[in-house]
Structure formats: C-alpha cells, structure tokens
C-alpha cells in the first residue's frame, strides 16, 4: 500500500559527495521514523541513519560527521546528503519508513514498515 522510490545513487570519487532521496506514496496517514540502511557485498544490513517526524537523528558511528539525514514531512520525503565519502561506504543503499496506513475512511488503520528498492553507491577513484 506504500511505495518508497529512491533516487540519486551513482559513482562518486574518494572525498565526494553524493545526495541521496526517497519519497514515499500511497495511502499515508503518518510517518514516524524514516532512514537509511546499507547493505555491502558479503555484509549484513545496517543502518546509516534515521530521522523521526519530530526531528531527532541517528546516526552509525562510522558515518557521524559526514552524512546528514533530513526530511521533508509534507512531502514524505526524506534525504541522506552524504560527504567526504569513503570506498567503504559503497553499498547498496536502502531507504526505510514506519507508515501508519491511512484506511478508507481516513483514519489510522495499520503500520507497515515499508522498503524501497535500493540505490547503488560506489566510491572509487
């Protein structure tokens, strides 16, 4: 009942930047928490960051400092501006949202944590 779509993955060089953006649709009451998980090869998911509707961030240690988390609850939109990146942080980047689903009459109907379809990033020279 939700879609996450997510754009602005690419190629970037060690030290650039990258911005990274997922809007979600469909029936939407609300939106509590919305992130950023990453998956490298051979690794487990994690998450990269994470942005409640009130405002509150989190981030992984090995991010802090140099990616931003930010969101726009209007437009069910949310952003990962990512800077000073590392070959490391080459992955495949997922977006994520805690959707309460708005049901037919418009009322809050039920929650579902809702994915999108991953977006590649690679860091290399």
């Known amino acids: 009942q939700v879609q996450l779509v997510e754009s602005g993955g690419g190629l970037a060089q060690p030290g650039g930047s990258l911005r990274l953006s997922c809007a979600a649709s469909g029936s939407i009451f609300s939106i509590t928490t919305m992130g950023w998980h990453r998956q490298a090869p051979g690794k487990q998911r994690e998450l990269v960051a994470s942005c409640t509707d009130r405002g509150s961030t989190n981030y992984a240690d090995s991010v802090k400092g140099r990616f931003t988390i930010s969101r726009d609850n209007a437009k069910n939109t949310v952003y990962l501006q990512m800077n000073s990146l590392k070959p490391e942080d080459t992955a495949v980047y997922y977006c994520?949202?805690?959707?309460?689903?708005?049901?037919?009459?418009?009322?809050?109907?039920?929650?579902?944590?809702?994915w999108g379809q991953g977006t590649q990033v690679t860091v290399s020279a």
């Open positions: 994520n949202a805690d959707v309460i689903i708005r049901g037919s009459y418009g009322l809050a109907v039920a929650n579902e944590d809702a």
